[in-house]
T-cell receptor
Framework: NAGVTQTPKFQVLKTGQSMTLQCAQD?????MYWYRQDPGMGLRLIYY???????DKGEVPNGYNVSRLNKREFSLRLESAAPSQTSVYFC??????????FGPGTRLTVT | GENVEQHPSTLSVQEGDSAVIKCTYS??????FPWYKQELGKGPQLIID?????GEKKDQRIAVTLNKTAKHFSLHITETQPEDSAVYFC????????????FGTGTRLKVLA
């Protein structure tokens, strides 16, 4: 998956529970991204990180937090999950010259 | 805000025929236009891209065209095969601190054998 691994692959949460989605790249690229994918809405940017230690909000950041502690890893946290956060979550890394590569995704259901 | 419209949302073609998917973007600062193929249960995979200084790019059966004046870009797949069946996404990217991508809503392509 283009050098991006995501864990877990599937997760079911109850409303109000918290969890962290993990993403790691096996390259040494600066920029990493978190997207969510919902039917009929394409991919929407939640947060991104231009470099280690920096993060910025994307289009739909509410209800999420992120952490970029080192160059390899970029995690996404849901502090209090809501049914509206049921989605497929993709992490991506930016390689060079605009090229972006995606991980395999985490399928999250919040009941 | 920035927006990318993609049409059609679904497309069925006979094997061997051509398929065309079109996108329109709103932000004139966009200067990179990738296309992704997403198979069931997998992440999007970059299949071809085009930059703003180029009008057309080909890679075997796949081609992309860009009309910057009209803010249109299109994906062309010739001699379609069943394995081309997937969801295709277009995107428009621009630089704002880092690189930002706005995605279309996807086209489900079905190639009928």
């Amino acid at each position: 998956n283009a050098g991006v691994t995501q864990t877990p692959k599937f997760q079911v949460l109850k409303t109000g529970q918290s969890m962290t989605l993990q993403c790691a790249q096996d390259m040494n690229h600066n920029s990493m991204y978190w997207y969510r994918q919902d039917p009929g809405m394409g991919l929407r940017l939640i947060y991104y990180s231009a470099s280690e230690g920096t993060t910025d909000k994307g289009e739909v950041p509410n209800g999420y937090n992120v952490s970029r502690l080192n160059k390899r890893e970029f995690s996404l946290r849901l502090e209090s999950a809501a049914p509206s956060q049921t989605s497929v979550y993709f992490c991506a890394r930016y390689r060079a010259a605009y090229e972006q590569y995606f991980g395999p995704g985490t399928r999250l259901t919040v009941t | 805000g920035e927006n990318v419209e993609q049409h059609p949302s679904t497309l069925s073609v006979q094997e061997g025929d051509s398929a065309v998917i079109k996108c329109t973007y709103s932000d004139s600062a966009s200067n990179y236009f990738p296309w992704y193929k997403q198979e069931l249960g997998k992440g999007p995979q970059l299949i071809i891209d085009i930059r703003s200084n180029v009008g057309e790019k080909k890679d075997q059966r796949i081609a992309v065209t860009l009309n910057k004046t009209a803010k249109h870009f299109s994906l062309h797949i010739t001699e379609t095969q069943p394995e081309d069946s997937a969801v295709y996404f277009c995107a428009a990217a621009y630089t704002s601190g880092t690189y930002k991508y706005i995605f279309g809503t996807g086209t489900r392509l079905k190639v009928l054998a």
